[in-house]
């Protein structure tokens, strides 16, 4: 891929473009490394013709620009105002970023678009990560979609429908008995082997693969389009290590390099564990690694420490990171289908919880534009949000029982219609 190269957050040192990233050779440094591009953002957005499925018409901006791309016709997602919610949680203009409609129904596919297109590029033979969730889900369908095989590291136990989802696309699954194995073990076919691993695979975490990251720039190009060339005040994300928040973030310096918006947004971290917090709160050059101190429901974010990159933008955008736990996360996920349409992943509806908290403090006043970003779909984890239903006795099918079953069961009194 010309014109571009790895860099050093921490020393500017350029790397080479590869499969694996480790820490820095000239500095050490444990952080991702960014990708840089030989033409400047300003002249590669002019250049930006609006052509291209989904999220690639914005190809110029994107590490893949020429040549052959794997897509599934992701991301170009709604942005959808949300006038009930928000009036429910006290923001005038508050919109969501419906992002369970992509191709395997989570943001996902936005890495996996990108880093795969560039892994085909860098001639990758076999697909790898650590994800037996929403990223090895989409990792597996654009692995199929690419023709290459896919190998996902898991821990034995996990289950559930992403689990489903990435056996039906033909990925092979391992199961490591011991949790903390999958990374190292991935690692190491990744160097033995030169598989191509999307998902982060080192401790202390620095993210997915930079290429990848770049793909969640096209959320922010999105946005501003979607409101008509201006910024929002607050951009508000679920969660894990960061990778979608800083990739976001990029997105919108880059817009602002390129003169196309005139300000930048604060970013909010909906978070687990609170390491993001913990960080910011006393004024940390890390990010510790929290205890994990209850099960979450938000399965997809349930890591206990974020990542530097994702430190880094919280500060340079004056941004606020809010611990999200179980409490009121399945009356958000209901709030958010109930006032707007929309259903979330419990992890999903984060930001709905996080954005109360805000208003409720005062971060985020009446008046200021937010956006929330729903990240993956409500069927991904109807285990954790609903258990197993059991099976409801019929109703006897006669008017009489049916009214009486809406009345007296179901609490709901029929109108007259006119
Ligand atoms: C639905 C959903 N939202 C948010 C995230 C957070 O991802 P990141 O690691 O980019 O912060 C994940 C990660 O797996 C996810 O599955
Ligand atoms: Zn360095």
């Known amino acids: 891929m010309n014109g571009i190269a790895l860099q050093c957050p921490c020393c500017g040192a350029r790397q080479k473009m590869r499969a694996l990233v480790e820490d820095c050779s000239a500095c050490g440094a444990n952080a991702n490394p960014r990708v840089t591009y030989e033409a400047p953002a300003a002249v590669r957005w002019h250049e930006v013709d609006g052509s291209g499925p989904g999220l690639w018409r914005y190809r110029r901006m994107l590490p893949t620009a020429d040549g052959e791309i794997v897509t599934l016709n992701e991301g170009a997602t709604p942005l959808l105002a949300a006038p009930r919610l928000g009036r429910a949680l006290g923001v005038e203009r508050l919109y969501i970023k419906d992002e369970t409609r992509n191709p395997t129904w989570s943001y996902k596919d936005r890495l996996s678009t990108v880093a795969v297109s560039a892994a085909a590029r860098l001639g990758a033979k076999v697909l790898a990560t650590s994800s037996s969730g929403n990223a090895g889900a989409s990792l597996a369908a654009y692995a199929a979609r690419a023709g290459l095989p896919c190998v996902v590291f898991t821990f034995a136990g996990t289950a559930g429908p992403m689990l489903a989802q990435i056996e ?14 999958r990374w190292p073990m991935l690692a190491e076919f990744v160097k033995r082997f030169g598989w191509f691993a999307t998902s982060p695979y080192m401790a202390p975490v620095t993210g997915s693969h930079p290429l990848g990251i770049e793909g969640y720039k096209t959320l922010a190009y999105e946005i501003c389009a979607d409101l008509d060339g201006t910024c929002p005040d607050w951009v508000v ?19 602002h390099a390129a003169g196309a918006i005139d300000r930048l947004p604060r970013m909010v971290a909906a978070e687990v564990f609170g390491s993001l917090g913990a960080a910011l709160a006393r004024n940390l050059d890390h990010v510790p690694d929290m205890a994990a101190t209850f099960a979450p429901l938000a399965v997809s974010v349930g890591a206990t420490q974020g990542s530097v990159q994702a430190l880094q933008v919280l500060r340079e955008s004056r941004g606020v990171a809010v611990p999200v ?3 009121g996360l399945i009356e958000a996920q209901e709030t958010l289908a109930r006032h707007e349409g929309l259903f979330g992943e419990l992890t999903a509806v984060m930001p709905v919880v996080a954005i109360e908290h805000l208003v409720r403090d005062g971060t985020i006043g009446r008046d200021d534009c937010v956006v929330g970003v729903v990240t993956a779909a409500g069927l991904k984890d109807l ?4 258990g197993s239903p059991e099976a409801a006795a019929g109703v006897p ?11 007296d069961t179901l609490g709901f009194i029929p109108a007259r219609a006119g």
Do not use: H, I
Not at 168 to 177: C, D, F
Not at 397 to 407: E, I, K, M, N
């Open 237 to 255: 994300m679920p969660v894990c290590y960061g990778d979608a928040l800083a990739g976001t973030w990029y997105g919108f310096q880059e817009l």
């Open 168 to 181: 039906k696309y033909g990925a092979k699954v391992v199961p490591l008995a011991r949790k903390q194995d």
């Open 397 to 407: 099918g006669t008017f009489d029982d049916v009214s009486r079953f809406l009345s």
């Open 325 to 327: 736990g179980n409490d």
């Open 383 to 386: 285990d954790k949000s609903c």
